[in-house]
């Protein structure tokens, strides 16, 4: 069974940090690429960052760009989405997802597996 576990998720204070970290169980997936989403209340799930299968190739959402890093360890089978100078507007449930596909992509609909999602609060 495939699975995506978020963990590190949190209330921190404006400006503060967090580490969002995503295992992954099941199968590797060394070929795929991954990506963090989040959804705030009433809003659709929007995409965070993304990157490819191999680390070289990232995409980030012009709202954290600057801000947020994604990263992953295949060895590990684990994504990372390092967080800084977070702000009120970052709160919201943070999903971990991953392709089939091995290039980086930041549509939704074109992510096959999703974690449960870890709540992100960032208090003003």
């Known amino acids: 069974q495939v699975q995506l576990v978020e963990s590190g998720g949190g209330l921190v204070q404006a400006g503060g940090s967090l580490r969002l970290s995503c295992a992954a169980s099941?199968?590797?997936?060394?070929?795929?690429?991954m990506g963090w989403f989040r959804q705030a209340p009433g809003k659709e799930r929007e995409i965070v960052a993304a990157?490819?299968?191999?680390?070289?190739?990232?995409y980030y959402a012009d709202s954290v760009k600057g801000r947020f890093t994604i990263s992953r360890d295949n060895a590990k089978n684990t994504v990372y989405l390092q967080m800084n100078s977070l702000k009120p507007e970052d709160t919201a449930v943070y999903y971990c997802?991953?392709?089939?596909?091995?290039?980086?992509?930041?549509?939704?609909?074109?992510?096959?597996?999703w974690g449960q999602g870890t709540q992100v609060t960032v208090s003003s």
């Open positions: 099941g199968r590797t997936f060394s070929r795929n690429a």
């Open positions: 997802a991953a392709t089939d596909r091995a290039s980086v992509n930041p549509n939704r609909r074109e992510y096959d597996y």
């Open positions: 990157i490819n299968w191999n680390g070289g190739s990232t």
